[in-house]
């Protein structure tokens, strides 16, 4: 069975730092590239940033400069280090297991919620 389980969020204040994780079992992790999507309250999920299976990436422009993702293969575990962190980036992060070959399927985690307030 696969599981994607978020972890390493919560309340941080404006210009604070939070790193999230996200531990995957059940699947051959090399073989997805790996994506954290946020929802803020009252909208619409969007694209953070993403990490390919060889660790190329793609950022939010509302986050570059701000957020790195990275992967540890060996640990089946995905990272968002999130710094300089706004109000506005208050929201539920999820992140998305997408296989890099037909006839994989794809999954998501459940969710950790990442509040920046003061």
């Known amino acids: 069975q696969v599981h994607l389980v978020e972890s390493g969020g919560g309340l941080v204040q404006p210009g604070g730092s939070l790193r999230l994780s996200c531990a995957a079992s059940?699947?051959?992790?090399?073989?997805?590239?790996m994506t954290w999507y946020r929802q803020p309250p009252g909208k619409e999920r969007e694209l953070v940033a993403s990490?390919?299976?060889?660790?190329?990436?793609n950022y939010a422009d509302s986050v570059k400069g701000r957020f790195t993702i990275s992967r540890d293969n060996a640990k089946n575990t995905a990272y968002l280090q999130m710094s300089t962190l706004k109000p506005e980036d208050t929201a539920v992060y999820y992140c998305?297991?997408?296989?890099?070959?037909?006839?994989?399927?794809?999954?998501w985690g459940q969710g950790t919620q990442v509040t920046v307030s003061s």
């Open positions: 990490i390919t299976s060889d660790s190329s990436t």
């Open positions: 059940g699947i051959h992790f090399s073989w997805y590239a």
């Open positions: 998305y297991a997408n296989p890099n070959f037909r006839g994989l399927s794809d999954y």
